[in-house]
């Protein structure tokens, strides 16, 4: 077991993958003998090739159209948005094309779509951009983003090993904030299962990505104050694991739901509508959620910091919620 | 029976010989078959029994036919929604069109999808895109993917001249050609896209434009079958060869609305007409005849036998089951499975 940074352990993963299964190729804009806008592919040209590893011309819509090709074909093409936000370029390869393909009967199309995306590197409104609500809506593909360095490389390859179209998001802020131990080898995390990151019994967490950190760390405040947390880490955003989120606020009877995506029509308003249908019985208070507000990223460190849900923000709902 | 053939900056090499005279029948019969399952599809619609919109490759047969038999047998194609004849060409069971169109579960996408919007046909078809240019990146993919396993296969795709309109198509087209993929372009440039005549899609030759892609290019008599297989069986030989992508144009003219819904009425009838009589179909046979290929008596077996064959598609799709509802919530994911396997 190594101890890795978040970027490294992605890498890693894909390295694995990449050694295992000759017909796991990856391609994108710089991907080769640059390394990647992130260096997170660097070395990977050396080691598997010009063949496998692929530098493309500036186009995400042919970038992942080729994806689908290549899959199609038997590869499990892995391929890079350099930028998260650039996906935009691509949204009929995926959502029109790539998600449809299995129930047309077009064929199994097993290809991953790493999307580095998130505030707060200062990226502005073009390189900072939290994605999944725009794919949540689309019945085909499998949205995943992990939150900490084992489950970056346990989860790449679980993206790999899927058959389905699965956009894998990775968090900028994370790359090399996070630290710490990685499984060896082929440690494979199949799509779909959340992870309870800190037990409580008071109040339910449901988080991703960046916001399961601050989370964790509204967590421990509120453990001093008495009010235990639980945490839980979604992972995959699509499919949700229904049935963790429920088994936990069966339990707990109180909701705050936190992700870093605004909050109008996306991933948490599911949430919230399902715990509404489903287990309202079970509530003890409003289903609570935070999110960004309804603007595009802003650049300046004030705006941006006022723009990303900050711990202060959640333990105050914590407190809130407790005391309901 | 060529009018015209021009290639721009095509490597030299020996020109592709036409097909030998056993398979001259087969082409025919290919373009026959399209012609008299469109007939009956049409009819079909006529009557109500198809709810969705209809699309015929009706005066497109030459080219269908012409570039799917200059495939080689383990290349694939990215298709059209009006190219029936190279689909059954390279495999598809005629009774798929009939089922697909009619909304029955004996075509593969069992109800989800109508017209001839039929995907995973085996190996040789890949998925149907019905966006304009989205089909474009995928056949470049499925030939990056020969790319990357080093086999000597081809990628083709079918599209019209709207296409080259849109970002998909530059992307792609420039993405084959700086990787050099073996890929075939074959652009059937019919004159309209839906009520847009070319000159309002794209100007100037479209053969020559090819040349900002350091592509080779050419354009064909696209109701000549045999002038569109000699083009694109030069073109899968150039890729086959190593020599990168290529770009065939086939001229042609919709000799019907866009679909069966559209009366066509801004086409200027002089075009309709001059279309029409230079029908791929009847122009083939008249050449089997004039070359002693073939006699009347056997075209008229062929004829019997391709209608005989529509009979017997439309029969055993309108025989399968329109779609279970309880199903209505499948197939939307592919299962998983073990992986390395």
């Known amino acids: ?324 | 029976m060529t009018d015209e053939t021009r290639t721009q900056a095509a490597a030299p090499g020996p020109a592709p010989a036409d097909p030998p005279p056993a398979d001259l029948e087969r082409l025919y019969y290919f373009m026959l078959l399209q012609r008299l399952a469109e007939e009956r599809v049409v009819k079909l619609y006529q009557t109500g029994a198809i709810v969705g919109a209809c699309f015929t490759g009706w005066g497109h047969e030459a080219i269908a036919v012409g570039s799917a038999a200059a495939l080689g047998p383990d290349d694939v194609a990215a298709t059209l929604h009006r190219d029936l004849g190279a689909r059954l060409v390279l495999g598809m069971p005629l009774g798929y069109y009939f089922a697909n169109f009619l909304g029955r579960s004996g075509s593969p996408s069992r109800g989800r999808e109508g017209n001839l919007h039929i995907g995973g046909l085996g190996p040789r078809i890949l998925l149907h895109t019905d966006f304009i240019g989205g089909n474009v990146p995928i056949a470049a993919g499925a030939a990056l993917g020969f790319t990357v396993r080093r086999e000597p296969r081809v990628a083709l795709a079918n599209f019209g001249e709207g296409t080259l309109a849109t970002g998909e198509f530059h992307e792609a087209a420039n993405l084959a050609a700086v990787l050099r993929l073996p890929l075939v372009l074959v652009c059937w440039n019919n004159q309209f896209a839906l009520s847009t005549p070319i000159a309002r899609e794209v100007l100037g030759p479209l053969d020559t434009r090819m040349a900002g892609y350091g592509m080779p290019a050419c354009s064909v008599d696209g109701n000549d079958v045999l002038a569109v297989y000699r083009a694109a069986r030069e073109a899968v030989d150039r890729a086959r060869g190593g020599g990168g992508p290529s770009f065939v144009e086939c001229r042609t003219m919709r000799v019907r609305g866009h679909s069966e819904a559209d009366d066509a009425s801004y086409v200027p009838r002089p075009m309709i007409e001059e279309g029409r009589r230079r029908d791929p179909v009847e122009r083939f046979a008249r050449h089997l005849l004039e070359t002693g290929a073939a006699a009347a008596g056997r075209l008229e077996e062929l004829r019997a036998h391709a209608a005989a064959e529509v009979d017997a598609a439309q029969a055993w799709a309108e025989a399968t089951p329109p779609p279970d509802p309880a199903e209505l919530e499948q197939g939307v994911y592919c299962e998983v499975t073990p992986w390395p396997s």
Request: proline share 7%; glycine share 10%; net charge negative.
């Open chain 1, 1 to 324: 077991m190594a101890v890795l940074t978040y970027i490294e352990a992605i890498a890693d993963g894909l390295r694995e993958a990449m050694r295992a299964d000759a017909s796991v190729i990856l391609f994108g804009e710089d991907v080769g003998a640059y390394g990647g806008a992130f260096k997170l592919s660097k070395g990977f040209l050396e080691e598997f090739g010009p063949s496998r590893v692929i530098d493309t011309p500036i186009s995400e819509a042919a970038i992942v159209g080729a994806a689908v090709g290549a899959a199609l074909v038997g590869l499990r093409p892995v391929v890079e948005m350099q930028f998260a936000d650039f996906i935009s370029n691509a949204f009929t390869q995926m959502v029109n094309v790539a998600a449809t393909s299995s129930y047309r009967a077009g064929g199994c199309v097993p290809m991953v779509v790493r999307a580095p995306c998130g505030a707060g590197t200062h990226g502005g409104p073009f390189h900072s951009q939290s994605i999944e609500g725009y794919f949540f809506h689309t019945p085909g593909l499998k949205i995943v983003m992990p939150s900490t360095p084992a489950d970056a490389k346990r989860l790449m390859l679980g993206a790999i090993a899927d058959p389905n179209p699965v956009l894998f998001l990775e968090h900028k802020a994370l790359y090399r904030s996070q630290r710490g131990p990685v499984e060896d080898g082929l440690a494979v995390e199949p799509l779909g299962r959340a992870a309870v990151r800190r037990p409580g019994r008071d109040l339910t967490i449901l988080t991703y990505g960046m916001m399961a950190h601050r989370s964790l760390e509204a967590a421990e405040r509120a453990a001093a104050e008495g009010v235990e947390v639980e945490v839980i880490d979604l992972r995959t955003l699509l499919p949700l694991d229904l049935d963790a989120i429920a088994e936990s606020v069966a339990r707990t009877s109180r909701v705050l739901i936190v992700h870093e995506d605004r909050l109008r029509g996306g991933v948490g308003a599911e949430i919230a509508a399902h715990l509404g249908e489903h287990l309202f019985t079970s509530l003890d208070a409003p289903i609570s959620r935070i999110g960004a507000p309804d603007t595009p990223v802003p650049y300046a460190p004030p705006l941006e910091t006022a723009y990303l849900p900050s711990v202060d923000r959640i333990f105050e709902a914590i407190t809130r919620l407790a005391r309901w």
